[in-house]
Nanobody
Framework: QLVQSGGGLVQAGDSLTLSCAAS?????MGWFRQAPGKEREFVAA????????NYADSVKGRFTISRDNAKNTVYLQMNSLKPEDTAVYYC?????????????????WGQGTQVTVSS
């Protein structure tokens, strides 16, 4: 089970942090987002054991994914937010140490949280 927190309405240039707490062991956790009328897209992922990370080009340099092993929680720190970052953000987990960029590669999903960035 993945439980998300964070999100909300911010202005362009602001920062926001999303959290996702996992119950049970995970191997790779990722963040995806889905804007209205668009497909769910990869944002970032982290391999739990190695700490290796990957980011979508659109967020590279602005977003940071991290994990807290003790809390079994993954975070998405989002800086310099843009209106085009507006979407519902989902955390996801998969039972593999290999990062996947596709929603179908993840078997567990959080409930989603709205992030709205106003211009």
């Amino acid at each position: 089970q993945l439980v998300q927190s964070g999100g909300g309405l911010v202005q362009a240039g602001d920062s926001l942090t999303l959290s996702c707490a996992a119950s049970g062991r995970t191997y790779t956790m990722g963040w995806f987002r889905q804007a209205p009328g668009k497909e769910r897209e990869f944002v970032a992922a982290i391999s739990w054991s190695s700490g290796n990370t990957n980011y979508a080009d659109s967020v590279k340099g602005r977003f940071t994914i991290s994990r807290d092993n003790a809390k079994n929680t993954v975070y998405l720190q989002m800086n310099s937010l843009k209106p085009e970052d507006t979407a519902v953000y989902y955390c996801a987990a998969r039972a593999s140490t290999v990062i996947s960029y596709y929603p179908g590669g993840y078997g567990y999903w959080g409930q989603g949280t709205q992030v709205t960035v106003s211009s």
